[in-house]
C-alpha cells in the first residue's frame, strides 16, 4: 500500500495511492504517519475502505495528476544516515569497504517534497545528488534483535541525500553540508513493509536530465535494512517517523572525471524498484522563494575568518 500526504483544491489530507488515483482519508486520519503506525490487521481494513471508497465516494478519489506531494513524513524527529555503504560506492573511491557503519544525521529542515525546487545555497559551488532507500520507522524500539528489525518497520520511502561536497571539505564532517534547506527531497510516498518482503533486492537508479548517473540494487548494500535498524537501536531510541537514509550506490557526481555537479535547471529523478519516482527541479538561490525569505536571517550572519 501506498500512502502519501497531498494537497488538493485548499484541503491537505493523507491519501492511499492505488494505481494513477489517491483515496482520501483526511476526515479518519491527520497524517501518513498515523495510518504507517497501525497494526498489519488495521491496515488490511482501511486498504479494503479505500477500494471501497473509489466506488461509494468518488468525491474522495482524486487523479494523482492533479495533487500535489508532500513529504510523507514532513517533519522526522531523527534522520539518521549511512556513509558508504555500497560496496560499488566504496570501490568507485578506492576504499575498502567498512568494517561498521559511519553513521551522521541529516536535520528536518532539510526535507522537501516530491516535485519541489532543490535551491543551491550561496555559499557552495559542489552540490551533488546521491540515490538512497529510505527505511520509514513505524514504531518505537529499544535494543531491537536483528531477528525482530523488520516488526519496527513502518514502510519505504525514497530519499536524495544532497550533499554540498566543499562544505564536507571545510568542516570534515557531514552535518552541515547535508543539511541545508530542501537537501532531503522525500517520497512521493511510502509503500508499506508488505508490498516489499526483501529491501536487498530492489534496482536503485538516479538521473540527471534524463541521463542515467546512477543504476545499481539494494543487493550491493554493506550493512543490509535489518541490521542498521538493530545497530542504531543499540544506543538510541528509534521512534516512528523517524528516517533511515540507507546510503548512495556508486556514481555520484563528485567521484566522476570530470566532477558533475548539480546547476540551475536541472532535473533530477530518483527512481527504486516497487517505490516509484522521486523528482526535483534544480534552482539557485537568486531563484528561489526559499531563499528570498530566508536572505534577511543569512544576512545577519558574520564573514568568519580562518584563523
Known sequence: ??????????????????????????????????????????????????????????????????????????????????????????????????????????YGTAITNHLAEIVLPPNSAEVDYEAELCVVIGRTGRLIPIGEAYDYVGGYTIINDVSA??????????TRAKSCDTFAPLGPWVV???EIPDPQ?????????GEVMQSSNTNQLIFNVPFL?????QSMTLEAGDLIATGTPGGVGVFRNPPVFLKDGDDVAVTIEGIGTLRNRVV?????????????????WPVVSSQ
Request: hydrophobic content about 40%; some cysteine; proline content about 5%.
Open 201 to 209: 533486492i530492489l534496482s536503485i537508479s538516479l538521473t540527471l536530465n
Open 229 to 233: 535498524i538493530s545497530y542504531l537501536s
Open 1 to 106: 500500500m501506498k500512502i502519501a500526504m497531498f494537497h488538493y483544491r485548499g484541503r491537505t489530507s493523507p491519501g492511499i495511492v492505488i494505481d494513477d488515483r489517491i483515496v482520501d482519508f483526511g476526515d479518519d486520519f491527520q497524517t501518513a504517519l498515523d495510518i504507517l503506525k497501525l497494526e498489519d490487521w488495521q491496515l488490511r481494513e482501511v486498504w479494503g475502505r479505500a477500494e471501497s471508497r473509489i466506488i461509494s465516494a468518488p468525491e474522495l478519489v482524486q487523479s494523482v495528476a492533479d495533487v500535489t506531494f508532500d513529504a510523507p513524513v514532513p517533519r522526522p524527529g531523527k534522520i539518521m544516515c549511512v556513509g558508504l555503504n555500497y560496496l560499488d560506492h566504496a570501490a568507485e573511491q578506492g576504499k575498502e569497504p567498512p568494517s561498521a557503519p559511519m553513521i551522521f544525521a541529516k
Open 165 to 174: 561536497r566543499d562544505m564536507q571539505r571545510q568542516d570534515k564532517q557531514f
Open 284 to 300: 539557485s538561490s537568486q531563484q528561489s522563494a526559499v531563499s528570498s525569505q530566508q536572505s534577511v536571517v543569512s544576512s545577519q
Open 192 to 194: 508499506t513493509k508488505d
